[in-house]
């Protein structure tokens, strides 16, 4: 069964070499899920050939809409943003590194029922250097045990959420953390989250935003401000569903 409409969105970042194939892989994709669909693309800030790249592509693909920031917002600003300008009824997300396959979407779609309000991916297999994987291992687990996700990675941006939980849920974030807090708030809404295994694979183009020392060190001090907002204080139980 065909969902009812979908947003497929992709932050894009210095992605000119990998963000025309989550694209064209969308639209190919898009078709076999539902029959009312669109793609955005928020140019955050890019420094690289990003912007004409997408220039070109909305000229030739009318379900693509592109939004160009002048300056960076920050993982959770561009997020924030996307979502903010989804107009159908279900928004996947994805970076644009490619190091996920916008294909498996279909893998996302085929748990949809009635009730389940997000599916959200985990990787099989992480394909990053060594140091990354370790990192990344041990910010998971770290994730989950101090802020009590019931989601197996919480680090794994393939995402499938019906639009309506943006109304009840109020995101804030502007770094990396925003998946912790999107995570955690949906989860402390009562909303309903299934978990599917998608792959992942080795970053073709580009470098990561995420993995140098003083990132990393600025990111466990907004989750230390997170985990007392989130779990400490319940700020956003505060106001009903």
């Known amino acids: 069964m065909k969902l009812s409409s979908v947003t497929a969105f992709f932050p894009c970042y210095n992605d000119a070499g990998t963000i025309?194939?989550?694209?064209?892989?969308?639209?190919?994709?898009?078709?076999?899920?539902?029959?009312?669909?669109?793609?955005?693309?928020?140019?955050?800030?890019?420094?690289?050939?990003?912007?004409q790249v997408l220039d070109d592509l909305a000229r030739v693909y009318p379900h693509l809409r592109v939004i160009h920031r002048a300056q960076p917002s920050g993982y959770g600003g561009v997020l924030r943003g996307g979502f903010a300008a989804a107009g159908k009824d279900w928004v996947f997300y994805t970076d644009g590194d490619a190091q996920y396959d916008a294909r498996e979407l279909t893998l996302l779609a085929d748990r949809v029922r009635d009730g389940i309000d997000m599916v959200n991916g985990y990787k099989i297999k992480r394909r990053d250097p060594w140091h990354r994987i370790v990192i990344g291992l041990a910010y998971q687990y770290f994730v989950?045990?101090?802020f009590?996700?019931?989601?197996?990675?919480?680090?794994?941006?393939?995402?499938?959420?019906?639009?309506?939980?943006f109304d009840h849920i109020t995101l804030e974030s502007t770094t990396g953390t925003i998946t912790v807090e999107l995570v955690k708030k949906i989860q402390d809404a009562g909303y309903t989250i299934v978990e599917v295994p998608v792959h992942h694979w080795?970053?073709?183009?580009?470098?990561?935003?995420?993995?140098?020392?003083?990132?990393?060190?600025?990111?466990?001090?907004?989750?230390?401000?997170?985990?007392?907002?989130?779990?400490v204080k319940k700020e956003h139980l505060k106001t009903s569903r």
Request: glycine share 6%; charged share 25%; with cysteine.
């Open 202 to 231: 080795y970053r073709q183009y580009g470098q990561s935003q995420f993995f140098n020392i003083p990132r990393v060190g600025r990111t466990l001090i907004a989750l230390l401000g997170w985990w007392w907002r989130l779990v």
């Open 148 to 165: 009590g996700l019931v989601i197996r990675d919480v680090d794994c941006d393939f995402r499938l959420m019906r639009r309506s939980i």
């Open 144 to 146: 989950k045990l101090a």
């Open 20 to 51: 025309p194939t989550m694209i064209l892989r969308a639209l190919q994709t898009l078709p076999q899920i539902t029959d009312d669909y669109e793609v955005i693309v928020i140019n955050d800030g890019s420094r690289d050939d990003s912007a």
